[in-house]
């Protein structure tokens, strides 16, 4: 551990820290705004609402993504819903409420001042969306619908049906549209980040690749925003859709962006268990089916093979409401799916492998109707039909846990400014506000909270110093850093070897899930720490990456993904083992309580734990930055 780093939190109560930073957006004034570039790398819901939103104020923005379209981004994938405190339930629901229950779901290792913005900045984002036309769910009275999810005993959930993402990413893309016909954003889709440029220590521009032509480019700005997402798909197997990446982060940390909290990866309960070796990605069925569905297993192994109908009640296990009375199957994430594990691992799991448990509506189809289910998930019925031929009306889902999200990224302080000057990272792209496990329909929250609103406010202040200071594309940093991505790309193909780059892939994912997958351990994680570099270094002999450099080469977009996939899960793995403790998603078998739950060690691990790039060969170097708690105290989370 090398030093100590400080989020620049403002002091003063939870209510008046974001308050001190809104008079923020006045150090730019509107005329100067257009002076600016801004570069938004990625266009989900994070990136598409910074974009749509810098440029409303006046900004010049150029935004990138790899997808043909800002629709296609991944943000389209969250199904349950967006939070927000907005009582209408009136069932005791405040902005306190909120903040307290996502710093408890998170096991009390974010920030305070972070959690408490993104609770007050919650309602806002509902009244901006309703403005745009989402079509959020509305009850008979015509006020929005609302409905509960995971760690939470209110109804604070607003939805769209099971595509809520979907049609939150349509209001924002329009508001995109509306600043690219205005000329204050343009987009380049089809585009990867390949490398960050750094002048003078500061962030000012990129180093990209076209997907369609092969071309590599240098773009300079004043700033550069990530918007990139999180980096799941490093298991192989995950809900992330096939070309998430850890990319544009990792190379933002090998510039020397600090990475924080990498081993900390979120396992959803709610998913299709895996089918076979075929399979190259997991479907997320939404959290939001729990609030009807009940999750159950036979009580006997012996009955794990008999058809669901054929198991009366008596000899079923609903392990959630039996083990957490107080929240049922609404049990947080990171322990719904500990606790599935775990009945699975007695021999009780169903389906082939018996790896599933079962998710059953019979009983709520008897209480509201078959058309009341209908209209409340029917969308995610037929995805589940479609994908495993079962009607879910009929028979209970089978679901199992799989890797969906991840609340390690890049280290942030409280304007959203990595500690490289000129870098902010938004949404699942940076640590900042779930701790060590993410409360279901909190992503879409804070993708737009820091889209929309915390960083048009922030930026500003550090634009008021770099009038007039972009440098040129034709700089020697921006040269040096382009000559080093061919040089790359170069490698790569030159390999020319035997094994196929998902074999590598799969592999990696493989060793992840069963050293630093939903439990770890001292044994594990050092055994993972020998085998990465070997499976590495076989990676760079004898890959095989088909095609050329200047063309459409889907071929060489994965095998540098996976490159950096294959670097990125040492650090993970060693973030992991560093943090001697469990802590919400990351559990250390080594350290739980005699229920068998999370056991944190506050007095050395309440901390951010942030890695610096030690060089090629090297290993990273640790910092730290206290977690100070004043508002809430440290207790051991409880939702029995």
């Known amino acids: 551990m090398i030093g100590t780093l400080d989020s620049k939190t403002p002091p003063g109560p939870l209510a008046q820290k974001w308050r001190s930073h809104r008079d923020h957006l006045r150090l730019v004034s509107p005329n100067n705004r257009r002076k600016f570039e801004i570069i938004v790398v990625g266009s989900g819901l994070a990136g598409g609402a910074a974009a749509a939103t810098l440029g409303e104020l006046g900004y010049q923005v150029k935004c990138f993504c790899f997808q043909d379209s800002p629709r296609r981004a991944h943000s389209i994938a969250a199904q349950g819903g967006i939070n927000a405190a907005k009582n209408y339930q009136n069932d005791g629901d405040s902005v306190y409420r909120l903040f307290y229950d996502t710093i408890k779901g998170g096991d009390f290792r974010s920030r305070e001042g972070n959690v408490y913005r993104l609770a007050e900045i919650a309602n806002n984002i509902i009244d901006q969306c309703v403005a745009q036309g989402v079509p959020f769910a509305r009850e008979y009275s015509g006020y929005l619908g609302n409905r509960s999810f995971g760690g939470a005993q209110v109804s604070r959930t607003f939805y769209a049906r099971g595509q809520t993402g979907q049609q939150l990413l349509l209001g924002c893309y329009q508001a995109l549209c509306r600043q690219i016909a205005a000329g204050t954003v343009q987009m380049f889709p089809q585009t990867e980040m390949l490398d960050l440029v750094i002048v003078n220590g500061q962030a000012k521009?990129?180093?990209?690749?076209?997907?369609?032509?092969?071309?590599?480019?240098?773009?300079?700005?004043?700033?550069?925003?990530?918007?990139?997402?999180?980096?799941?798909?490093?298991?192989?197997?995950?809900?992330?859709?096939?070309?998430?990446?850890?990319?544009?982060?990792?190379?933002?940390?090998?510039?020397?962006?600090?990475?924080?909290?990498?081993?900390?990866?979120?396992?959803?309960?709610?998913?299709?268990?895996?089918?076979?070796?075929?399979?190259?990605?997991?479907?997320?069925?939404?959290?939001?089916?729990?609030?009807?569905?009940?999750?159950?297993?036979?009580?006997?192994?012996?009955?794990?093979?008999?058809?669901?109908?054929?198991?009366?009640?008596?000899?079923?296990?609903?392990?959630?409401?039996?083990?957490?009375?107080?929240?049922?199957?609404?049990?947080?994430?990171?322990?719904?799916?500990?606790?599935?594990?775990?009945?699975?691992?007695e021999g009780r799991g169903v389906g082939p492998g018996g790896r599933g448990v079962y998710l059953d509506f019979a009983d709520a189809i008897k209480r509201l109707g078959e058309e009341t289910i209908r209209e409340r998930y029917g969308n995610l019925f037929e995805v589940y039909e479609k994908i495993t031929g079962e009607n879910a009306y009929k028979v209970p889902m089978r679901i199992y846990p799989a890797v969906h999200y991840t609340m390690g990224g890049l280290w942030v302080d409280y304007d959203l400014m990595s500690n490289v000057p000129g870098l902010f990272v938004i949404g699942e792209a940076n640590f900042s506000d779930h701790g060590a496990n993410r409360l279901g329909a909190s992503a879409l929250m804070q993708g737009l909270a820091d889209g929309y609103f915390v960083l048009p406010n922030t930026l500003p202040s550090y634009l008021a110093g770099q009038m007039g200071k972009r440098p040129s594309p034709d700089s020697p940093e921006f040269r040096k850093a382009e000559q080093d991505v061919r040089v790359r790309i170069e490698k790569l193909l030159n390999v020319n070897g035997t094994r196929s780059l998902d074999s590598f892939h799969r592999e990696l994912g493989l060793l992840l899930w069963e050293k630093c997958g939903m439990s770890r351990h001292e044994k594990g994680l050092r055994e993972a720490l020998q085998e990465i570099p070997e499976l590495r270094e076989e990676f760079w002999q004898d890959v095989r990456v088909l095609g050329s450099d200047?063309?459409?080469?889907?071929?060489?977009?994965?095998?540098?993904?996976?490159?950096?996939?294959?670097?990125?899960?040492?650090?993970?793995?060693?973030?992991?083992?560093?943090?001697?403790?469990?802590?919400?998603?990351?559990?250390?078998e080594e350290h739980q309580t005699p229920d068998g739950e999370a056991l944190r060690d506050d007095e050395r691990h309440a901390a951010v734990f942030a890695w610096e790039f030690g060089g090629d060969g090297q290993p990273p170097k640790l910092h730290r930055e206290p977690l100070r708690f004043e508002t809430v105290h440290l207790a051991q989370r409880s939702y029995k």
């Open 550 to 588: 200047e063309d459409f080469n889907q071929s060489l977009e994965r095998a540098g993904r996976v490159a950096d996939f294959l670097e990125f899960a040492e650090l993970m793995c060693g973030d992991a083992l560093e943090r001697d403790e469990s802590a919400g998603a990351h559990f250390r």
């Open 205 to 345: 521009g990129i180093i990209t690749r076209s997907l369609r032509s092969g071309n590599i480019d240098r773009h300079a700005a004043d700033a550069v925003v990530l918007a990139t997402g999180g980096y799941g798909n490093v298991y192989y197997l995950s809900t992330n859709a096939r070309g998430c990446n850890v990319t544009a982060t990792y190379r933002a940390y090998k510039k020397g962006a600090l990475f924080a909290n990498p081993s900390f990866t979120q396992i959803h309960p709610t998913c299709i268990p895996v089918s076979g070796e075929h399979q190259s990605k997991l479907t997320l069925m939404s959290e939001s089916l729990r609030n009807d569905g009940r999750v159950w297993v036979p009580k006997r192994k012996e009955d794990r093979e008999k058809a669901p109908g054929e198991i009366p009640d008596a000899d079923r296990d609903y392990y959630l409401e039996r083990k957490y009375p107080s929240y049922g199957n609404l049990a947080p994430r990171d322990i719904s799916s500990r606790a599935a594990k775990e009945v699975c691992d």
